[in-house]
């Protein structure tokens, strides 16, 4: 348990900032992309470039799901390749950056929806460092990673969100890194190359999952299940929604919101990304 005095000097080490710091939905898609020189890679890093220097990054990624909530609170997170039968030249990547225990311990004290566990076990996998390496190539500032609890129903990670958001106003850029579109039984590998195809019910909730988000209905978000035939097929497993779904609870009421990225892949996929702020 944090105490009141461990509480207050937490908050002296991480102060409020003039500007508050953006949220941003990331599409990663494939682990290549983290080797690639592409469209997605390019904006990634020219995100990076468009908004201030954090003091540490936060990622909600669809590849890190646990029974409870855990965050990494390690000096120095591992780069994780958690996937198979890709080139050899991916599996060589290490992405060296840091940790923030301290900021563990702070997220963990913001927190009441559940108990925040510790861990120094994980790292960071591929759908954090496969976008950061991107983004912040040099390495320089601190990783950490947040777990999805599977046990729990959407509105727990929407509110548990919702609790985080005095993190961006000390500097603290967190990311959730998933798919909104996110079916991998159901890829056209014949037509990977080809830009932009995407299967009529994609494309459908693609457009309305954008529409939602534009219009702050979060609930429409928040119970996707609820949307029909083409909703399922969009999102047949929740891990890769989630993190949108975090993102959305950060949302206050004056951010902008700026789509980029927002291209089909192999029928069953997209790269939607968002900003808000």
């Not at 992405?95 to 510790?118: H, Q, W």
């Not at 076990?121 to 990673?145: N, S």
């Amino acid at each position: 348990m944090t105490t009141n005095h461990t509480f207050q000097q937490l908050i002296q080490t991480f102060p409020e900032q003039d500007t508050i710091m953006p949220v941003l939905f990331i599409g990663h898609g494939s682990p290549m992309n983290g080797i690639e020189d592409n469209v997605f890679s390019n904006q990634w890093a020219a995100m990076a470039k468009s908004i201030p220097l954090p003091k540490a990054v936060i990622v909600i990624s669809a590849h890190w799901q646990t029974r409870g909530t855990q965050i990494t609170a390690m000096d120095f997170p591992p780069t994780i390749h958690d996937f198979g039968g890709f080139p050899e030249a991916l599996y060589e990547v290490q992405y060296p950056a840091p940790g923030r225990p301290e900021l563990a311990v702070f997220t963990k004290s913001l927190v009441r929806t559940t108990e925040i566990g510790l861990d120094h076990e994980w790292g960071l996998d591929h759908g954090t460092w496969t976008v950061v390496r991107h983004m912040y190539p040099q390495a320089q500032i601190p990783i950490l990673q947040l777990s999805l609890d599977y046990t729990k129903a959407t509105p727990f990670h929407f509110e548990l969100a919702n609790e985080l958001q005095l993190l961006r106003r000390r500097g603290i850029l967190i990311i959730g890194s998933g798919n909104m579109v996110h079916n991998l039984r159901m890829v056209n590998w014949q037509k990977l190359e080809q830009p932009g195809f995407a299967y009529d019910w994609a494309a459908e909730m693609n457009a309305a999952f954008k529409s939602f988000i534009q219009t702050n209905n979060n609930n429409a978000l928040i119970h996707y299940e609820q949307l029909g035939t083409a909703a399922k097929l969009a999102i047949p497993t929740p891990e890769h929604f989630l993190p949108l779904i975090y993102t959305l609870g950060l949302r206050n009421s004056t951010d902008a919101v700026v789509f980029f990225n927002d291209i089909a892949v192999g029928g069953s996929l997209t790269m939607t990304s968002v900003k808000f702020g």
